[in-house]
């Protein structure tokens, strides 16, 4: 369809029509004054101050070409915001959970860690994943850093230490460093944008292996090990690699806790290394060890130690309450239900004393 640049009687409705639709988006948030609510009312009335510029470009803009430019500029802005809106739903929704006060121990805790700049708003979705800014600054939109993360629904909370490889992508959005390996794909000829995304969720993975040792590998594999030939998109490494990085990643760990994991799944090396990334290895592990500020302690003495007396671990330490507790799972000690209600006693415990 064709619209004749000539006749501006469609363009300046649809104009109005936009910014109609962003203000009532930012009414509707205007009622958010409360931390941590208030930084998506504060994402909101960014976005707006953008779409509102980017119109009034248009509207004094004499090339029909550059007015519709602008127009899509701030079309884009909008539709991706109202996606933000339908998971910021999710997240009011979420806080009604008690286990809501419990996941936000663990944004705390991998925000801290990772010396994130901004603390991304959780909630109960569908899978894990994440949204933010970051769907600004990929498209050329500058915006200031939000973000918003998932966990599934009624999963165990033994599964959260999956919530480290979401908020890894965020630290990735927030450091040039990986451009390094970036053009090194490109010097390989791998200049496709499947191979920066696998690269990505590749890093992503040594940087939650490090955040929270055998309890992401265990969380991981235990998830998905039975769908992992079943499933495969191509903007992920082959799932041999991304086992296999995991445990190259805690090479150095050869104690009973990764042991007992690394048992249970065969990963077949050569295999793993018909990955094209996987050159970059090495690479990829010393990037994640410059970015994990406080890696997770893997003691074995003294997850033992703790396997035996989970409440003896000091409040906050959830890479000791996550290996601790795969570790009895793994080791036939404690069912799944039971170790599953003690990391949510203990989450309980420690939200209290907050």
Not at 55 to 66: N, Q, Y
Not at 165 to 184: G, P, S, Y
Not at 257 to 274: P, Q
Request: aromatic residues 12%.
């Amino acid at each position: 369809m064709r619209v004749n640049q000539a006749d501006y009687t469609i363009i300046p409705i649809s104009e109005k029509a936009l910014l109609e639709k962003i203000d009532k988006i930012a009414r509707d948030c205007s009622r958010l004054n409360q931390y941590p609510m208030s930084l998506f009312k504060k994402h909101v009335e960014e976005i707006k101050r953008e779409v509102e510029t980017r119109l009034l470009d248009s509207t004094s803009a004499t090339d029909p070409i550059l007015r519709r430019q602008y127009y899509l500029f701030s079309w884009l802005s909008v539709w991706l915001l109202s996606d933000q809106v339908e998971k910021f739903a999710l997240v009011e929704a979420s806080t009604s959970s008690p286990m809501w006060s419990h996941l936000n121990i663990v944004i705390d805790d991998l925000v801290t860690r990772l010396g994130l700049s901004s603390k991304p708003l959780p909630f109960f979705g569908s899978s894990f994943y994440c949204t933010g800014s970051f769907a600004y600054t990929e498209r050329g939109i500058p915006v200031s850093p939000f973000y918003q993360v998932s966990t599934e629904s009624h999963e165990s909370s033994l599964f959260w230490p999956l919530l480290a490889h979401e908020i890894a992508h965020l630290k990735l959005n927030e450091t040039d460093d990986v451009q390094n390996l970036r053009r090194e794909l490109s010097r390989e000829n791998l200049r496709s944008e499947k191979y920066r995304e696998r690269l990505d969720e590749a890093l992503c993975d040594v940087v939650a292996t490090l955040l929270y040792g055998p309890s992401y590998i265990a969380a991981f594999g235990t998830k998905f090990w039975q769908i992992l030939d079943e499933y495969h998109d191509e903007s992920y490494p082959s799932n041999q690699y991304r086992l296999f990085v995991m445990f190259k990643t805690m090479e150095e760990k050869n104690g009973q806790s990764i042991y007992s994991i690394k048992n249970t799944f065969e990963v077949n090396e050569r295999l793993a290394r018909r990955e094209k990334i996987s050159f970059l290895t090495d690479e990829m592990i010393e990037l994640g060890q410059k970015l994990v500020r406080n890696p997770a302690n893997v003691d074995d003495d003294k997850i033992i130690d703790f396997c035996n007396d989970p409440n003896k671990i000091d409040k906050g330490r959830l890479d000791y309450l996550f290996n601790a507790l795969w570790l009895m799972i793994y080791q036939g000690t404690k069912t799944f239900d039971v170790a599953t209600n003690i990391a949510n006693s203990i989450l309980e415990r420690w939200t209290k004393r907050s």
